[in-house]
């Protein structure tokens, strides 16, 4: 038994002096400070004045029985993650059932068997601590987390004046005339190179603008295959010779926030950009279905490994695959899509295209379904 066990405060509580006796005497050999009262008030008054790690909480009681007073427990935020292990001489089922159902993780039958109480009483002991342990290494992760994610955002931020200044001077770099054609494709490169950088840039902040609901949504309904081909557009002037089609059998529109909707378009088609080889073709279509608008964005890459369908949405998510050393998501840009689509009320996806590619899918409400 640790140290840590061995110290360990345990409230003792029954009616009945010789139980507390034995039990005193039992656990006190064992090393455990114990606390011994007689009544369910007395019970929530030490409790409150001194949380214990665990409670032996006798059921039957006059005033107040175990279950009033493992209830009251439970519904005290301080003490509510308190283990609590029943002292009943009660048979039946149900009565055992009920110490589950008010919050008890256990319970021991009278009359006592000493080394059954010592062993229940250390399992929960260390279970309890196992939790508080978990607990207390999940709240330095978050607090690590949030410091990483300030410092990337300061980061970010600071980034974005000298991009805006840089994409300014190449645009005009891109109307000066007298340009060879080796130096107009370096040029088109370089703006390519920093749009993406302006996007992944853009992507980082509003993925945590949207986990924290900071980014207001500016509804109204639009023409979907219009925003499709616009983004498509956009990038097709960046990746000359590439095919990009949107295919829309008649107008579907949808109840949403057209910036941020466009930019989940030119996340998608640019991620089938970069996975798709050169001479094939990216294709976009647009359909509707019971109350839902679904685009669908179709490559001949690669795939997405099974194993990778639900990660490579996660932040920061990155998966291995196979014939390659890593499957690498679109930066945050799908992390990004996932919560700009969720945020409208909709949902997204890839699947298999075969024989080879993939269909990224999002689908949107025809009318304003907001979480």
């Known amino acids: 038994m640790t140290r840590a066990l061995q110290a360990a405060n345990i409230l003792v509580v029954d009616d009945a002096p010789e139980n507390l006796r034995l039990l005193c005497a039992i656990l006190g050999e064992s090393g455990y400070e114990v606390r011994p009262v007689t009544n369910g008030r007395q019970a929530l008054q030490a409790a409150e004045l001194h949380p214990p790690d665990l409670v032996l909480l006798d059921i039957t009681m006059p005033e107040m029985d ?17 283990p609590v292990i029943f002292l009943t001489a009660l048979s039946e089922i149900a009565d055992k059932l009920r110490a589950f159902e008010v919050g008890g993780v256990d319970y021991v039958t009278k009359p006592f068997q000493l080394e059954e109480v010592r062993a229940r ?19 330095r992760l978050q607090a690590l987390e949030r410091l990483r994610d300030d410092l990337v955002h300061m980061v ?22 007298g340009l060879s054609p080796d130096g107009k494709e370096d040029l088109r490169a370089a703006v390519q190179g920093a749009r993406a950088l302006s996007r992944m840039a853009n992507d980082l902040l509003d993925v945590s603008r949207l986990e924290s609901g900071a980014v207001p949504l500016q509804v109204a309904t639009h023409e979907l295959a219009q925003l499709a081909h616009d983004a498509g557009a956009a990038l097709q002037n960046l990746e000359r010779g590439r095919a990009i089609a949107v295919e829309a059998t008649a107008p579907v529109s949808a109840s949403c926030d ?19 080889p050169a001479e094939s073709d990216v294709t976009i279509s647009v359909t509707s279905s019971n109350g839902r608008a679904k685009v669908t964005v179709s490559d001949r890459g690669p795939g997405v490994p099974v194993e990778a369908r639900q990660r490579i949405f996660e932040k920061f998510g990155t998966v291995g695959g196979a014939g390659s050393s890593r499957y690498h998501s679109a930066g945050l840009g799908l992390a990004f899509c996932k919560l700009a689509v969720e945020a409208h009320g909709g949902t997204i996806g890839v699947e298999p295209r075969e024989p080879r590619g993939s269909q990224f899918w999002f689908e949107l409400p025809t009318s304003a379904q907001l979480r």
């Open 66 to 82: 175990g279950y009033e007073v493992c209830g009251a427990l439970k519904r005290n935020a301080r003490l509510k993650d308190i």
């Open 121 to 139: 009483v250390e399992t929960h002991l260390a279970l309890r601590r196992a939790n508080v342990d978990l607990s207390e290494s999940y709240a």
């Open 156 to 177: 970010v931020h600071d980034m974005r004046s000298p991009l805006s200044v840089l994409l300014g001077h190449l645009d005009l770099l891109q109307d000066e005339q």
């Open 258 to 276: 057209a910036r941020l909707i466009a930019r989940v378009l030119e996340n998608l088609i640019g991620n089938a950009i970069k996975h798709t």
